[in-house]
């Protein structure tokens, strides 16, 4: 019998599974093992594509095309990554991962026309088992990833789970069109594509529903034959969408302006160059104390005011971190994607609009299963886009060998070092499972030494760093707890960093850096009322009882924004302190 693909194909089919694999990996062995887990299978699987994608090129060498797409991406990959570079904080193992993304791109351009119906047909199966995973959990069946969310499919967010769901719908529902006339692949595909939708909505990701929409409409128009009049339409459809979903809670889309404005801020200070390649996080804090020190902020605006690990979109976030030359390149090859996708596979298109709708409201590029999809879905993409230039043997006149090989060679080796190196974390993250697991139940002397033998290899991981700081703290090593901070992580004012710098700065004498400390915790979160509480502490300690008074009536003053003893009792003990 006759294989319908060589056996290469089925090999690049293997690996495409084992790869898009990722999203359904969990270890709980693993620090957040639902996370991290994923990390060590990804590094493996992106591996041994290297290794089949070498041995394809071995065995029958083919001229290596460089795109326009190609072109785009390389230039990205060297602009942020070279960004980080200038950064002096140690690689950590996201830093790592984003890199691996290169592989991967360069994994699936090497891959022949015939993997693209395979993705199409290996996303839907992920998508459908995703769908069950989020049911499962809906009937209680399954248990969630999230203490305070029910369905979160084996991520462990609703959010990038409905993310992924609604970037692979116009997939399927395109995989099913095209095999209509299947009487039995249509009666699978419909209470499929049932629970595939039920799943989306039981998610409850208003970014995800409105993707999903983008994503069905731009597959209906190219379906259409890209009628002109049906735009207008398409655009009224999402537009309206936008608005009507606003107000299903009106308090979380609110919380997301707050962070879009005052992250806005931080594209002045560096307009072209950007902070750094995944510094979100850290350089967004003080441009929120900066946003309420102007006083134009609503009581509204303190009462949602958190320190998120994300911007809630995708394009501010890459102005903030890469510049407008990183959004540019990024723009560019998201725009080239979706022309090349729409002239041969108008599903690829469609879904890319779903991506690009979702992170207009999400963070897709920073959840690795979501973030590889739109890496292969701009390599799929580059098959067809304008040729810049070709690598050839024939360019090998003087010796003997075939220089079409040195591109594969190249990639293989960067891609097998980087994996390694990933894969080394696997014991610390096995370490620091346990070590997070006694901190939490109160045994932080038997914590500690477990945190400082992880410290040299996990010294560039801010969490970490703040967990191991909070557990010297909590048995008294004050100093330590300090050092441990430095000067980086006091610079990066995330509250919860800071509050433990200021309790070890009170607990040693510094009563001034502990103001300080307190101060900027407070301008950070303004509706918060622990800052202002250890304020008052603080100023009755020392004799400063005309600030104590201060922050006993701020106290006092503060809109409560969820009711609760712990906030009751503080606000007793200022009016304890008013009464003396």
């Known amino acids: 019998m006759k294989m319908k693909y060589p056996l290469g194909t089925w090999l690049s089919i293997v690996v495409v599974a084992l790869i898009m694999a990722t999203v359904c990996i969990s270890d709980t062995i693993l620090w957040h093992g639902n996370i991290t887990g994923k990390y060590f299978w990804f590094a493996g699987a992106v591996m041994v594509g290297c290794v089949v994608v070498c041995v394809q090129q071995l ?20 602009w942020a990554s070279g960004r980080r570079l200038f950064i002096a904080v140690p690689f950590t193992v996201n830093d790592r991962l984003s890199l691996l993304m290169v592989p991967l791109y360069f994994i699936f351009r090497s891959f022949n026309a015939d993997i693209n119906r395979s993705f199409s047909y290996l996303f839907s199966l992920f998508v459908i088992i995703e769908a069950v995973w989020g049911l499962l959990q809906f009937c209680g069946v399954v248990p969630s990833n999230h203490t305070l969310f029910g369905v979160t499919g084996s991520l462990f967010n609703p959010a990038p789970y409905a993310g992924f769901i609604a970037a692979g719908l116009p997939v399927f529902i395109a995989v099913a069109w095209s095999l209509r006339r299947s009487g039995i692949v249509l009666a699978v595909a419909v209470p499929a594509l049932l629970l595939i939708v039920v799943s989306l909505l039981l998610a409850q990701s208003r970014a995800a529903w409105i993707a999903a929409v983008a994503g069905i409409l731009m597959w209906l128009w190219l379906l259409a034959g890209r009628k002109m009049r049906v735009v207008p339409v398409l655009i009224a459809v ?29 594209i002045g200070q560096h307009p072209w160059l950007g902070a750094g390649y995944g510094r979100f996080a850290d350089v967004y804090p003080l441009a929120q104390a900066a946003w309420f020190q102007k006083g134009t902020a609503t009581v509204a605006e303190q009462l949602l005011a958190s320190v998120p690990a994300y911007a809630y979109n995708e394009y501010l976030r890459m102005a903030v971190e890469t510049g407008f030359v990183g959004l540019l390149l990024l723009l560019g090859l998201a725009a080239l994607s979706i022309a090349e996708s729409a002239k041969y596979a108008a599903q690829n298109a469609a879904a890319m609009v779903a991506f690009l709708t979702f992170a207009a409201f999400s963070y897709p590029l920073s959840v690795l299963p979501v973030a590889m999809l739109f890496v292969m879905l701009l390599s799929i993409s580059a098959n067809h886009s304008p040729l ?4 050839t043997d024939s360019w090998a006149l003087k010796y003997q060998f075939r220089i079409s090989i040195f591109p594969s060679a190249i990639i293989f080796v960067f891609c097998t070092a980087l994996s390694i190196s990933i894969l080394s974390f696997y014991p610390a993250y096995c370490t620091r499972a346990y070590a997070s697991m006694l901190l939490a139940s109160g045994d932080g002397t038997v914590a500690e030494p477990e945190f400082a033998a992880l410290y040299d290899r996990l010294q560039g991981d801010r969490i970490f760093l703040t967990e191991y700081a909070h557990c010297l703290s909590d048995i ?18 995330n509250p919860l960093i800071i509050n433990i710098y200021a309790h070890n700065c009170g607990q040693l004498g510094m009563f001034q850096e502990a103001e300080q400390a307190w101060l900027l915790s407070e301008q950070i979160t303004p509706g918060r009322f622990y800052p202002c509480y250890r304020l008052m502490q603080l100023y009755s300690e020392t004799g400063q009882h005309e600030k104590a008074s201060a922050a006993a009536h701020r106290l006092l003053d503060k809109p409560i924004k969820v009711p609760s003893k712990t906030i009751s009792d503080m606000q007793a003990a200022a009016r304890q302190l008013l009464a003396r």
Request: no cysteine.
């Open 59 to 78: 065995w029958r060498p083919s001229a290596v095309h460089i795109r326009l797409i190609d072109l785009l991406f390389i230039l990205f990959a060297v």
């Open 238 to 266: 999402v537009a309206g969408a936008v608005a009507g979903l606003y107000f299903l809670r009106p308090d979380s889309a609110d919380g997301r302006l707050l962070i879009w404005k005052a992250a806005a801020g931080l």
């Open 388 to 391: 810049i230039f070709m690598i």
């Open 476 to 493: 008294g090593k004050y100093g330590e707890s300090n050092r441990i901070i430095s000067q980086e992580l006091i610079e990066i004012a």
